[in-house]
């Protein structure tokens, strides 16, 4: 064990904000992505399109230019617009709302490309079969097609959990002080960047780790009552 | 914006072919790795099998810009030993770093990709060329590997893609691709959502483009099989790896 000069628990409350970060981004992601995905399967044509244009343009720009866009670029654009307008203000985003919100709207994009995939590969006949005993449509779909397309899922979101924990690394960037940050900073002040970088890199492989155990017991869970248990 | 665009596309442009550069270079060094890695990770041998794993674990399990710091400024911590052995002046170069550190990652990567898709050649193929009595080497060479490409394009496809995007993380380290010119621009004249935007328009742009230029690889690839057949599927992935 390398010595941590006391620097240790920083480490650990860098953690703390990493791992909050990423599961706030994840539920925002998974409850977008899974709206968007609704909307790509079934709403009118110009909504599909817009989603359509979200989901190609947010997973053609890479993580960091959509944070910088979005913590530096929206307020001065407001700004802007604003002061076109006659009305001064003065705008800045919280680091951690702007993180949240960008590891959201970006992994929601890839949430959604799995929910559909997903929806799709479940057989219509199963659908057709509920309806034909007389289930009303929610019940079929929270019933019958969600604890199916789930299965079909969860190894998909899985992987988007494991990028986007990888992901918040980049908020360090905005000075928020997530495990990057506090290891950046415990660094510069002890002169030892390879031992810190390397605890931190330590500490995302732990997360990594415990995912893929999670994952593992999810994915089981969710195949239960399947004769090939695996896909 | 127009005037923006006019007047800053030229130093845009410049960090383009940092960024293409890097991409490239990153890429076609990291498939050198993937190959004797997926290689090892398959071997009989639980050595070699035991250290290529450790590296592909490590350098999927942890953030790129983790890696990036660790290897730019962790180096400075051993200043003297690399001093001593003539390579402190390569790693004080943020270029160097920025190249060294992409193509482990993809190195890692890419060989999780070719390992799978040897994992998924026909194992009749394979049982075929044995009987034949081809030499494992030449197994390798003429069976499992074209039928290999072929299965893992589609996923090494979106893997480049996510290289191009990663290479926005080494303007970090003072590297002006696309991403270090719009943070200067952006800062010096304080036009943060024009700089950035266009930033993201050349973004999509490289990797739209080199989406459209895959697809074609794919189809020639594809020729002898039916058109349009069995890559959709692994296209409606999406672009996660």
């Given at each position: 064990?390398?010595?941590?000069?006391?620097?240790?628990?920083?480490?650990?409350?860098?953690?703390?904000?990493?791992?909050?970060?990423a599961?706030?981004?994840?539920?925002?992601a998974?409850?977008?992505?899974?709206?968007?995905?609704?909307?790509?399967?079934?709403?009118?044509?110009?909504?599909?399109?817009?989603?359509?244009?979200?989901?190609?343009?947010?997973?053609?720009?890479?993580?960091?230019?959509?944070?910088?866009?979005?913590?530096?670029?929206?307020?001065?654009?407001?700004?802007?617009?604003?002061?076109?307008?006659?009305?001064d203000?003065?705008?800045?985003?919280?680091?951690?709302?702007?993180?949240?919100?960008?590891?959201?709207?970006?992994?929601?994009?890839?949430?959604?490309?799995?929910?559909?995939?997903?929806?799709?590969?479940?057989?219509?006949?199963?659908?057709?079969?509920?309806?034909?005993?007389?289930?009303?449509?929610?019940i079929?779909?929270?019933?019958?097609?969600?604890?199916?397309?789930?299965?079909?899922?969860?190894?998909?979101?899985?992987n988007?959990?494991?990028?986007?924990?990888?992901?918040?690394?980049?908020?360090?960037?905005?000075?928020?002080?997530?495990?990057?940050?506090?290891?950046?900073?415990?660094?510069?002040?002890?002169?030892?960047?390879?031992?810190?970088?390397?605890?931190?890199?330590?500490?995302?492989?732990?997360?990594?780790?415990?995912?893929?155990?999670?994952?593992?017991?999810?994915?089981?869970?969710a195949?239960?009552?399947?004769?090939?248990?695996?896909? | 914006?127009?005037?923006?665009?006019?007047?800053?596309?030229?130093?845009?442009?410049?960090?383009?072919?940092?960024?293409?550069?890097?991409?490239?270079?990153?890429?076609l060094?990291?498939?050198?790795?993937?190959?004797?890695?997926?290689?090892?990770?398959?071997?009989?041998?639980?050595?070699?099998?035991?250290?290529?794993?450790?590296?592909?674990?490590?350098?999927?399990?942890?953030?790129?810009?983790?890696?990036?710091?660790?290897?730019?400024?962790?180096?400075?911590?051993?200043?003297?030993?690399?001093?001593?052995?003539?390579?402190?002046?390569?790693?004080?170069?943020?270029?160097?770093?920025?190249?060294?550190?992409?193509?482990?990652?993809?190195?890692?990567?890419?060989?999780?990709?070719?390992?799978?898709?040897?994992?998924?050649?026909?194992?009749?193929?394979?049982?075929?060329?044995?009987?034949?009595?081809?030499k494992?080497?030449?197994?390798l060479?003429?069976?499992?590997?074209?039928?290999?490409?072929?299965?893992?394009?589609?996923?090494?496809?979106?893997e480049?893609?996510?290289?191009?995007?990663?290479t926005?993380?080494?303007?970090?380290?003072?590297?002006?691709?696309?991403?270090?010119?719009?943070?200067?621009?952006?800062?010096?004249?304080?036009?943060?959502?024009?700089?950035?935007?266009?930033?993201?328009?050349?973004?999509?742009?490289?990797?739209?483009?080199?989406?459209?230029?895959a697809?074609?690889?794919?189809?020639?690839?594809?020729?002898?099989?039916?058109?349009?057949?069995?890559?959709?599927?692994?296209?409606?992935?999406?672009l996660?790896?």
């Open positions: 064990m390398p010595d941590l000069q006391g620097y240790g628990s920083l480490l650990i409350d860098g953690l703390m904000i990493t791992l909050g970060v599961i706030a981004s994840m539920i925002g998974l409850i977008l992505g899974l709206a968007a995905a609704a909307g790509k399967l079934f709403a009118s044509r110009p909504l599909r399109i817009l989603i359509e244009a979200y989901t190609t343009i947010v997973r053609g720009v890479p993580e960091l230019v959509l944070l910088l866009l979005i913590y530096y670029g929206l307020p001065t654009l407001v700004q802007d617009t604003l002061g076109g307008m006659g009305h203000v003065t705008l800045a985003i919280n680091p951690f709302a702007a993180g949240i919100g960008t590891l959201t709207l970006i992994y929601a994009a890839f949430a959604c490309e799995v929910y559909r995939a997903a929806y799709l590969a479940v057989p219509p006949g199963q659908r057709e079969a509920a309806l034909a005993l007389g289930l009303s449509s929610l079929t779909f929270r019933k019958v097609e969600l604890p199916q397309m789930m299965r079909y899922a969860l190894p998909g979101l899985g988007v959990w494991m990028v986007l924990v990888k992901a918040t690394a980049l908020i360090s960037i905005i000075q928020l002080p997530e495990l990057m940050r506090n290891a950046d900073i415990a660094a510069r002040s002890t002169q030892q960047p390879f031992t810190f970088f390397f605890m931190a890199c330590l500490l995302y492989l732990c997360i990594t780790l415990v995912s893929m155990w999670g994952q593992g017991r999810l994915e089981t869970w195949s239960r009552g399947t004769t090939e248990g695996t896909l | 914006m127009l005037s923006f665009v006019v007047e800053h596309l030229p130093r845009f442009l410049q960090g383009a072919l940092l960024t293409v550069q890097l991409a490239t270079y990153s890429c060094l990291g498939l050198c790795i993937a190959v004797p890695v997926a290689l090892a990770r398959l071997s009989t041998n639980r050595m070699l099998r035991g250290l290529s794993t450790g590296y592909v674990f490590f350098f999927r399990g942890t953030p790129l810009l983790a890696q990036i710091f660790l290897i730019y400024y962790g180096s400075g911590q051993f200043r003297h030993a690399l001093d001593a052995v003539g390579l402190w002046s390569l790693f004080r170069d943020p270029w160097f770093c920025a190249l060294f550190t992409l193509k482990l990652n993809t190195g890692a990567y890419s060989s999780e990709i070719l390992r799978g898709a040897i994992h998924a050649v026909p194992k009749g193929e394979i049982e075929a060329a044995r009987s034949l009595g081809l494992p080497l030449i197994r060479r003429l069976i499992i590997m074209p039928r290999a490409i072929r299965i893992g394009w589609p996923a090494y496809t979106n480049v893609v996510y290289q191009i995007q990663a926005s993380l080494v303007s970090i380290i003072t590297i002006m691709d696309i991403t270090g010119v719009a943070r200067a621009i952006g800062a010096r004249h304080f036009t943060f959502y024009e700089a950035f935007g266009l930033a993201a328009i050349l973004y999509l742009i490289l990797v739209y483009g080199f989406i459209f230029m697809r074609r690889v794919e189809r020639r690839l594809n020729l002898h099989l039916q058109p349009s057949n069995a890559p959709r599927s692994a296209r409606a992935q999406g996660i790896r």
